[in-house]
């Protein structure tokens, strides 16, 4: 079977006037993971929001290609439709849309070839929430509506599951989670990069890379990628901090 790939080429972004990224490349198959490090204010965020398609982020150069399909063609709910999932560090909440309903209609718009058995759909949403051990009436509130912020983590990875986009981009999952929460979530990443989906993790830190070895690492500095590597990269990362790349860049660009 011929993979999916997420191809993000040369780009450069930048907000106002600011350039925030700079030529920034990276490619992702199915099945992968990368993890995207850096400290904060490197445009780690940035690159989530410019995937997805956020109106503030202005693409400069480059390209965003999920297999031969254009990202920058397409607007926020058709990159979605063509298979992009991200899930941002504040997730939205929105009061009155039921978690259920609005799960069902995405996965219709995800997959309008399948015929969605309701009961069985409703089944599997309940299963996975108390996978995520979370209560069975969170299918039934608005959606993120008085949950905390590990909660709201937690439900962003049930829709990851229940969705099975082609591509997930996850910015700072691990940021709110405590250590059984950050297990659970970190099953379940392991479970879509089994169902097939390519996978970017957006973190700081090696803590959830504890649970989860990526394929890839990138380092990502003032807007550049200035070290790329295998899962052991990150390793030496929380060992020599981000200092160790102030002075100069390492260019070392993998696919």
Same mark, same amino acid.
């Given at each position: ?101 609005? /799960?069902?209609?995405?996965? %219709?718009? @995800?997959?309008? $070839? ?5 009961? !069985?759909?409703?089944?599997?949403? =309940? ?42 981009? /996850?910015?700072?999952?691990? %940021?709110? @989670?405590?250590? $059984? ?5 970190? !099953?379940?990443?392991?479970?879509? =990069?089994e169902n097939g989906a390519g996978i ?44 160790y790349y102030k002075g100069g860049e390492i260019d070392a660009?993998?696919?």
């Amino acid at each position: 079977m011929i993979p999916n790939v997420l191809s993000i080429k040369d780009l450069s972004v930048s907000v106002g006037e600011k350039e925030i990224l700079k030529s920034v490349t990276i490619t992702v198959k199915s099945g992968e993971i990368h993890a995207l490090m850096g400290p904060n204010g490197t445009g780690k965020s940035t690159l989530a929001h410019t995937v997805v398609g956020s109106i503030r982020y202005k693409v400069n150069s480059g390209d965003l290609f999920l297999n031969d399909v254009n990202l920058r063609d397409l607007q926020v709910y058709e990159r979605a439709r063509a298979g992009l999932f991200v899930a941002f560090q504040e997730p939205v909440t929105v009061q009155g849309l039921r978690f259920l309903n609005y /799960l069902r209609t995405a996965y %219709s718009s @995800l997959h309008p $070839d399948e015929k969605l058995e309701y009961k !069985k759909f409703v089944e599997e949403v =309940k299963e996975l929430l108390a996978f995520f051990g979370l209560d069975s009436s969170f299918a039934d509130r608005g959606l993120n509506e008085g949950l905390s912020g590990g909660e709201k983590k937690r439900m962003e990875a049930l829709q990851m599951l229940i969705l099975r986009p082609k591509f997930i981009i /996850l910015d700072e999952i691990d %940021s709110g @989670l405590d250590v $059984d929460a950050l297990r659970v979530v970190s !099953k379940a990443i392991a479970r879509a =990069k089994e169902n097939g989906a390519g996978i970017i993790i957006i973190t700081h830190y090696q803590r959830i890379l504890d649970y989860i070895k990526p394929d890839f690492v990138h380092v990502l500095i003032n807007g550049r990628i200035a070290e790329s590597g295998n899962g052991d990269l990150a390793k030496l990362i929380e060992e020599r901090g981000y200092e160790y790349y102030k002075g100069g860049e390492i260019d070392a660009k993998i696919g």
